[in-house]
């Protein structure tokens, strides 16, 4: 089975870890558990205790090395599904930003993904890679990467919404459904990929109407301080079974990760007289200021980061760093020391003397090895260069999200 399509499966069985129905005839049964114990309530236990021994297995002893990445994958994964905490509570409780969340739970699903891929019998490897490659059955998990995350752009919601609804009208009249939108007339622009949000609504509705039995699809948009809403509300008869199929799997993964390209978060709602789907999708991205004097840095840290929730900005001289610090407000701020005429050590006792600037987090970034100089002046952090992205990324969680910056003050 090709990795993606595991992954898949295995997310989906997570995120069911506690819905019987759902877990009785999960796809993932004829993978991970033998003959014997599948159909049937047996298999709904025996699933759910094979996910949580897998998960209780990357703690691997009671006290990890602190930043160990199977700690990180067994912390996320039993507070997020074990314990069934919300996921802005577990983002509180591990210090991290939204979209440091959503990369540190994909990582962890791939972890345990392997986990239990490695641990099943060949011959059944065999099997489901089989199953899995059968034509139209492949989730295009590459494709979707490389398109959503192809360079920098601003897009109208509204409008891709009211687009998308008109392409697919003939598609939900099929299926005897009825969909309106309270779409409001003016622009909603959010920071994101035109094909992401387009393909996002398209796959959506295609989820909702894998189960619907007739009824009434409605779908909104609303505007927040920090992030837009988009709503789309089935009520009519569900098919449960209609859920449960293969394509209505690959469909929610696909949600699932076109959201996370938009650095947003996803609640997919089973009622009693329906569904609802409703996405957050962030409005306000972060600002990481860099002072260096190499063009080769600047670029380096924009290719680093070009998938995340963050504008770049530049300066050359200590000067234009602190105008643009003082004008511009970063989120925070990266900076070398070896810098022509006033070098990064006055940068820094610059910021950190300037009321307007000192709340700043300042990350210093040099092939020097002064970081005790550099902590005790005011910087919160000391990264050696050659600069990694997963070194950049850990300290941005750590530093640019002021939520993050409360837990860990504590």
């Given at each position: 089975?090709?990795?993606?399509?595991?992954?898949?499966?295995?997310?989906?069985?997570?995120?069911?870890?506690?819905?019987?129905?759902?877990?009785?005839?999960?796809?993932?049964?004829r993978v991970l558990l033998p003959e014997r114990l599948r159909p049937g309530v047996k298999s709904t236990q025996a699933l759910r205790q094979v996910l949580l021994d897998a998960i209780d297995s990357l703690r691997r002893d009671t006290s990890p090395p602190s930043g160990a990445p199977w700690s990180r994958d067994h912390q996320i994964l039993q507070l997020r599904y074990v314990e069934a905490l919300p996921f802005r509570e577990v983002m509180a409780r591990l210090g991290l930003g939204q979209a440091q969340y959503f990369r540190n739970l994909r990582h962890a699903h791939q972890t345990i993904a392997t986990l239990l891929w490695e641990s099943v019998p060949a011959e059944a490897r065999s099997a489901a890679t089989t199953r899995a490659e059968a034509p139209g059955r492949r989730p295009p998990y590459a494709e979707v990467d490389a398109a959503t995350h192809h360079g920098e752009s601003l897009t109208d919601l509204n409008d891709t919404t009211r687009a998308v609804v008109e392409l697919l009208r003939d598609v939900v009249a099929n299926h005897d459904v009825v969909v309106c939108t309270q779409v409001p007339a003016q622009p909603l622009v959010v920071p994101g990929n035109r094909t992401a949000l387009r393909q996002f609504v398209i796959t959506a509705v295609g989820y909702v109407l894998g189960g619907a039995r007739g009824g009434q699809i409605v779908i909104s948009t609303m505007e927040r301080p920090e992030h837009v809403i988009f709503s789309l509300t089935y009520e009519g008869a569900l098919s449960d079974v209609g859920l449960q199929t293969n394509q209505a799997i690959e469909r929610l993964a696909l949600l699932r990760q076109l959201i996370e390209s938009l650095h947003g978060a996803l609640s997919v709602e089973k009622r009693t007289d329906g569904l609802a789907i409703t996405a957050e999708i962030p409005v306000q991205r972060r600002t990481l200021l860099v002072i260096d004097d190499s063009p080769?840095?600047?670029?380096?840290?924009?290719?680093?980061?070009?998938?995340?929730?963050?504008?770049?900005?530049?300066?050359?001289?200590?000067?234009?760093?602190?105008?643009?610090?003082?004008?511009?407000?970063?989120?925070?701020?990266?900076?070398?020391?070896?810098?022509?005429?006033?070098?990064?050590?006055?940068?820094?006792?610059?910021?950190?003397?300037?009321?307007?600037?000192?709340?700043?987090?300042?990350?210093v970034c040099t092939v020097l090895g002064e970081s005790d100089l550099a902590l005790a002046l005011g910087a919160a952090e000391f990264i050696r260069k050659p600069l990694t992205r997963d070194g950049l990324l850990a300290a941005l969680a750590r530093w640019a999200d002021p939520l993050a910056r409360r837990v860990g003050e504590h």
């Open positions: 089975m090709s990795t993606p399509d595991f992954i898949a499966l295995v997310k989906d069985g997570l995120e069911h870890l506690y819905d019987p129905a759902c877990l009785r005839e999960h796809p993932l049964t080769d840095m600047v670029q380096l840290v924009s290719r680093l980061i070009a998938d995340q929730n963050y504008t770049v900005l530049s300066a050359t001289t200590v000067s234009d760093g602190l105008a643009i610090a003082r004008s511009a407000h970063p989120d925070v701020i990266l900076v070398d020391i070896m810098l022509p005429g006033q070098d990064g050590w006055d940068a820094i006792q610059a910021l950190k003397h300037d009321p307007s600037t000192q709340e700043i987090p300042i990350l």
